[in-house]
C-alpha cells in the first residue's frame, strides 16, 4: 500500500511538473491580452503550490520507510523534485517578469495613442483655426476695397460740395447784380 501511495505521488509530481511546463511555454508563446497572460501566470502559482504539496507529501513518506536504503534513495528523489521546482521557480519569475514587462509595454502604447489622438486633436483645431483666420483676412481685404472706396467718395463728394457752394454763391451774386442792374435801371433810369 505504501509503495502505491509513493508511486501515485511520484506520478502526480510529474504530472505536476508537465503540466508547468507547459504553462510556461504558454506564456513564452503567449501574444494575447494582458489578462491571459495574467490567467496563465495564476494557473503556473497553483501548480507550483500543489507540486510543492506533493513533494512535502513525498518526503514524509520517504522519511516513513522502514530501510535505510529505500528511505535515503527516495530523500533523493525528492532532494532532485525539489532542484527542479526551484530551477522552474526561476522560470517562474521570468515568466512575471515578461507578464510586468508586457503590462508596461501596453501601458505605454495606450499612453502613445492617447498623446496621438491629442496631436490629431491639436491639428485639426489648428487648421480650423488656420481657415478661420484666412476667412478674417479675405473679409478684412473687402472691407479695405470699401473702405478706400468710401473714402474716394467721401473725398469726391467734398470736391463737389465745395463746387456747388461755389457755384450757389456765384449764381447768387449773379442773382444779385441782376437784381441790382434791375432796380437800377427802372429806380434810376438816368444813370
Same mark, same amino acid.
Request: aromatic share 6%; proline share 1%; net charge neutral.
Given at each position: $500500500?505504501? %509503495?502505491?501511495?509513493?508511486? $501515485? ?5 510529474? !504530472? ?11 506564456? +513564452? ?6 489578462? #491571459?497572460? =495574467? ?7 497553483? &501548480?507550483? &503550490? ?23 534513495? @527516495? ?5 532532485? &523534485?525539489? !532542484?527542479?521546482?526551484?530551477? !522552474? ?8 517578469? %515578461? ?11 495606450? $499612453? ?12 485639426? +483645431? ?9 476667412? =478674417?483676412?479675405?473679409?478684412?481685404? *473687402?472691407? +479695405?476695397? +470699401?473702405?478706400? @472706396? ?14 456747388? !457752394?461755389?457755384?450757389?454763391?456765384? *449764381? ?5 447784380? =441782376?437784381?441790382?442792374?434791375?432796380? #437800377? #435801371? ?6
Amino acid at each position: $500500500m505504501a %509503495a502505491l501511495n509513493l508511486v $501515485m505521488c511520484e506520478q502526480e509530481i510529474l !504530472k505536476y511538473d508537465l503540466e508547468i511546463k507547459a504553462l510556461i511555454q504558454d506564456i +513564452t508563446e503567449c501574444d494575447g491580452p494582458q489578462s #491571459k497572460l =495574467t490567467e496563465i501566470n495564476t494557473d503556473v502559482k497553483k &501548480h507550483f &503550490h500543489n507540486l510543492r504539496l506533493r513533494i512535502q507529501d513525498f518526503e514524509r513518506m520517504a522519511m516513513e520507510q522502514d530501510r535505510e536504503s529505500d528511505k535515503q534513495a @527516495l530523500l533523493s528523489q525528492v532532494e532532485g &523534485h525539489r !532542484k527542479q521546482m526551484l530551477r !522552474k521557480m526561476t522560470k517562474e519569475g521570468l515568466a512575471q517578469s %515578461a507578464s510586468d514587462i508586457t503590462e508596461n509595454l501596453m501601458s505605454i502604447s495606450r $499612453m502613445m495613442a492617447q498623446q496621438v489622438q491629442q496631436s490629431e486633436d491639436s491639428i485639426t +483645431t489648428l487648421a480650423t483655426s488656420s481657415r478661420t483666420i484666412q476667412e =478674417t483676412n479675405e473679409e478684412f481685404k *473687402a472691407m +479695405t476695397g +470699401t473702405i478706400q @472706396l468710401g473714402r474716394k467718395l467721401i473725398t469726391k463728394y467734398n470736391r463737389r460740395e465745395l463746387t456747388d !457752394k461755389l457755384l450757389i454763391f456765384l *449764381a447768387l451774386a449773379l442773382f444779385f447784380a =441782376t437784381v441790382l442792374y434791375i432796380l #437800377k #435801371k427802372r429806380l434810376f433810369p438816368f444813370l
